[in-house]
């Protein structure tokens, strides 16, 4: 695939993303390992729930400073996993923190080392990415996959009120073009992959605490502030 160029803002909050990300994230009550945590949990139910093996190799698109690296090794027994983004800045953060031999780090459109992969995770990254450039950035993840592999597309909700204030206070969110779920669908299905389902989580803030048990009831409404389309690669690739 033919890369977009950089984000300056992202080469720019290279050395400092948590914080920027956490001007918004601050009126959630919660900090970003509280949601890659979540996101990741909710993953490997779902996949529990599919009768899915565990993954062993993983690629994580649009991977930042690499900040979902250890959630993902805490919930699968993964041999590699890469993580490729367009910015230099933020892949060259990734390495320093995350140095176990089992990471490989790597700037698009290099090819992702160790595809292909059981499983491909990708969180509120397409809202960056131009419309136009969208549908080549899905099948870039598509080729990356094996045949039967699993794609973890998670976007922030633009039905969900919170997410537009949350994405408001960080400096390289307020000029996203936010992708609502069946665009989502679309691109995946236009890559060639099997949609297996669609959820949302992140209802209630930390001060609503007491009721997140009621979020995985809440999950088929798609109204939490972000959402998973879980996809799946055919087996028999007909493209």
Not at 34 to 55: M, S, V
Not at 116 to 145: K, Q, T
Request: proline share 11%; aromatic share 12%; net charge neutral.
């Amino acid at each position: 695939m033919t890369a977009p160029q950089p984000p300056p803002s992202f080469d720019e909050y290279a050395g400092d993303y948590d914080s920027a990300l956490q001007q918004g994230l601050a009126i959630s009550g919660e900090s970003k390992d509280f949601f890659a945590a979540g996101r990741i949990a909710w993953l490997r139910l779902r996949l529990e729930k599919l009768g899915e093996p565990p993954p062993r190799s993983a690629l994580d698109f649009g991977c930042g400073t690499g900040s979902s690296t250890p959630f993902l090794h805490d919930a699968f027994p993964l041999d590699s996993l890469c993580g490729v983004d367009v910015s230099a800045k933020v892949i060259e953060v990734a390495r320093k923190a995350y140095p176990d031999a089992r990471n490989h780090f790597s700037v698009l459109p290099a090819a992702p080392v160790g595809a292909p992969a059981d499983l491909a995770f990708c969180n509120g990254v397409f809202h960056h990415i131009p419309p136009v450039e969208r549908p080549a950035a899905v099948r870039y993840v598509f080729d990356a996959l094996r045949p039967g592999g699993l794609f973890a597309f998670w976007e922030n909700n633009p039905w969900n009120p919170g997410t537009h204030i949350v994405m408001s206070r960080i400096p390289f969110d307020r000029d996203a073009i936010l992708v609502w779920p069946a665009q989502a669908r679309r691109l995946a299905r236009g890559a060639g992959f099997e949609i297996l389902s669609t959820t949302s989580q992140f209802f209630f803030p930390a001060a609503l605490k007491p009721l997140r048990f009621l979020e995985p009831i809440l999950a088929p409404t798609l109204l939490g502030a972000q959402y998973l389309v879980l996809c799946r690669k055919p087996v028999a690739n007909r493209r």
